[in-house]
Structures are given as C-alpha cells and as structure tokens.
C-alpha cells in the first residue's frame, strides 16, 4: 500500500507533467473543472482544480462535492501517475471510478 505522501507526490508529478504540456495544445483541450480523488485505503480523498490545463490547489481538506470524482486505491493512483497502469484498463477492469459528465471524460482523455 502506498502511503500518503507517496500519493500527494503521485498527484503533484501528474499537475507537473500538465504544466509541461504545449501552451496551444493545453488551450486547445483545456477546461475549468473541480477535481477529486478518494483514495480508500488510506480514507483520504484529494481534491484541487483543474484550470487551463493545470491542477492548482492540491488539498486533502474538505471540499464540496467535485465536477470529476475519482476513486482508485492508493497503488493504482501511484502506478496511473507513473505510467505503469493503462488508465483505460484500470477504468474497463474496475480498479478506477470516475464520477463525471461524458464531455468531461472525453476532456480528461485528450488532456493526457
């Protein structure tokens, strides 16, 4: 099992990899949106915002309910992050919910 500050760092590698990404791409598919992520294991749940293509704001402290929710055990959230877990397959095998609108999904696709 992964530990908090594994995940927060999780977390903080992927809103770095973003900030990273093309000015015109991140334009291009970026959209304003709260963020949420419940991590089971560790009854933690991380949220931020997503705003022009950046999460900004990365707290485990409440927070009202998000636009995008997403549940998935603290080593899943590790290994999404990192590369090492397919998040399509993680989503088909049912290691990872998402709670959000179809355009949203289809947002948070291109994004990464």
């Not at 991140?26 to 293509?53: A, M, Y």
């Amino acid at each position: 099992m992964a530990t908090l500050a594994q995940c927060r760092t999780a977390l903080e590698d992927l809103a770095a990899r973003l900030h990273t990404v093309d000015d015109d791409d991140r334009k291009r598919h970026s959209f304003d949106r709260s963020l949420s992520c419940h991590v089971p294991d560790l009854d933690v749940t991380f949220s931020g915002q997503l705003e022009d293509g950046r999460i900004v704001d990365i707290t485990t402290e409440a927070a009202p309910k998000a636009q995008i929710r997403m549940t998935a055990s603290s080593d899943d959230l590790v290994a999404l992050t990192t590369g090492d877990l397919n998040f399509g397959q993680a989503w088909l095998a049912g290691r990872v919910k998402v709670e959000a609108g179809v355009r949203d999904l289809l947002k948070l696709r291109s994004m990464l």
